[in-house]
Nanobody, 124 residues
Framework: QVQLVESGGGLVQSGGSLRLSCVAS????????MGWFRQAPGKEREFVAV????????LYSDSVKGRFTISRDSAKNTLYLQMNNLKPEDTAVYYC?????????????????WGQGTQVIVSS
């Protein structure tokens, strides 16, 4: 089992930036695909971005492509999400998640471990 702790959320104006962090402990971090998901009030949890284990290939949802960047520092067991040009529709609770496998997935059901979430609010 992997323990995941997110941080970095907050309130930002439209067009601003935030960087989310997720510190992992437990299973070998570098071998696991790691993803970010988000859930807005009254909506289902949705995929944001994923980075594979071993190689670091990335995948983004169309809504954040070109604005968000996912990265990982295996030496620090930390996953990041750099969010630029934020929009009010990016307001949500953002969750870090880990797979047992190295391959990328956009499906939340294929992730084994989840963090508690960090709130991001973008004002217009």
């Amino acid at each position: 089992q992997v323990q995941l702790v997110e941080s970095g959320g907050g309130l930002v104006q439209s067009g601003g930036s935030l960087r989310l962090s997720c510190v992992a402990s437990g299973r070998t971090f570098s071998l696991s695909a790691m993803g970010w998901f988000r859930q807005a009030p009254g909506k289902e949890r949705e995929f944001v971005a994923v980075i594979s284990g071993i190689g670091g290939a990335t995948l983004y949802s169309d809504s954040v492509k070109g604005r968000f960047t996912i990265s990982r520092d295996s030496a620090k067991n930390t996953l990041y999400l750099q969010m630029n040009n934020l929009k009010p529709e990016d307001t949500a609770v953002y969750y870090c998640a880990a797979r047992k496998l190295a391959g990328r997935s956009m499906e939340s059901s294929e992730y084994n471990d989840w963090g508690q979430g960090t709130q991001v609010i973008v004002s217009s």
